[in-house]
């Protein structure tokens, strides 16, 4: 339904499921309930939507509120430096690799094997061999500091048992002299006490060789999604006007096994975006791109099987080029949980 103006009429919030004729649209996997009164037996049929007669379901009402309050993230864990780490407690436990606008980073990660809290601090060295016959073991002359190195990280790295601590060695070759290049085999990251441990990997870089201090990634994992088991669709109109207000249904349906406990109120996004029959996908920016809270206060818990309606509404601009829309709508707890999309033609009035 769209109408020109925002006074709506407010219904009662009642918990229910809603039965719904489900339309698989292109190769998004995304699944549409195309929702009919029950008395719209002898309505046309829209191209994408299945017409059928659905119950009536309640549905709990619009609410202007964007006051949300994502889960947050529980804060960084600091310790205090302590003994250092014994050379002989700590294995290799990988490297990792990856480039950013020209650099690239190895990252040395090692594994505190003893049975107590360490730290491990400042710059470790490298020794290698050039790639020449019969080449001994020299060091690799490095720099302090890379590309890569993040404040947020925890220095000195403070490790418990099975924990691990980190280094980043940067190369390059998108700089310098092409054909003055450091090339070593053999690596070998070298302690404070000179312990020294194989890398069993090369460096390569015309760029010089940068070294960074040891850290440990002290960031506290993501809240564990409170919806990851909870199944949006989308009830779409059957058109929108240009210049009115666009109301649809969002219906959010509890499919696992445990209860979801929907407060504190999750936010959500609405993006209305051009839509190409061609692609059967979105084109261009959204042109409409807003964001609220649930009004869910009144649903109480979702036991597995139960689903909630929601009444939604979205503006849609004066000027719309294409023919069709793209609804996306979003759930937006700690981050964007969940997402569905729907398509409604656009509705003209005749020339």
Not at 43 to 58: N, R
Not at 169 to 188: H, M, S
């Amino acid at each position: 339904m769209d109408t020109p103006a925002r006074g709506r009429r407010r219904r009662a919030p009642v918990v229910a499921a809603a039965a719904a004729t489900l339309l698989l649209v292109g190769g998004a996997g995304v699944l549409l309930a195309a929702c009919l009164p029950s008395n719209s037996r002898s309505s046309p049929a829209t191209p994408g939507l299945a017409s059928s007669p659905t119950p009536t379901v309640s549905v709990v009402p619009w609410s202007d509120r964007t006051d949300y309050q994502p889960a947050k993230r529980p804060p960084r864990e600091t310790r205090a430096p302590t003994a250092p780490c014994a050379p002989s407690d700590l294995r290799l436990d990988g490297l990792t690799m990856e480039g950013a606008t020209g650099h690239v980073g190895t990252w040395v990660n090692v594994r505190n094997a003893g049975s107590a809290r360490c730290s491990l601090g400042g710059y470790p060295t490298l020794l290698g061999r050039d790639h020449s016959a019969d080449a001994e073991l020299t060091a690799i002359p490095v720099e302090h500091g890379t590309f890569f190195d993040l404040k947020r990280h925890e220095r000195p790295a403070t490790i418990d048992p099975g924990e691990t601590g980190t280094v980043v060695i940067e190369t390059a070759l998108a700089c310098g002299d092409q054909t003055a290049v450091y090339d070593y085999q053999d690596v070998r990251l070298v302690f404070d006490d000179g312990t020294r441990m194989s890398l069993d990997s090369e460096l390569t870089s015309s760029c010089g060789i940068r070294i960074g201090s040891w850290y440990r990634d002290n960031a506290a994992p993501d809240p564990p999604s409170r919806f990851a088991h909870l199944k949006i669709t989308i009830e779409p109109a059957r058109t929108a006007r240009p210049g009115s207000t666009l109301e649809y249904v969002v219906r959010l349906a509890n499919t696992g096994d445990s209860a979801i406990d929907p407060t504190p109120c999750p936010g959500f996004r609405q993006l209305l975006s051009p839509w190409t029959e061609t692609s059967n996908a979105k084109l261009g920016k959204p042109i409409v791109y807003d964001t609220w809270r649930l009004n869910c206060d009144q649903v109480g818990t979702l036991t597995p099987g139960e689903a909630a309606r929601f009444a939604m509404r979205v503006d849609v601009p004066d000027e719309v080029s294409s023919d069709a829309l793209a609804i996306d709508w979003w759930l937006i707890d700690s981050k964007t949980t969940r997402t569905a999309t729907a398509r409604i033609d656009v509705a003209r009035p005749p020339r």
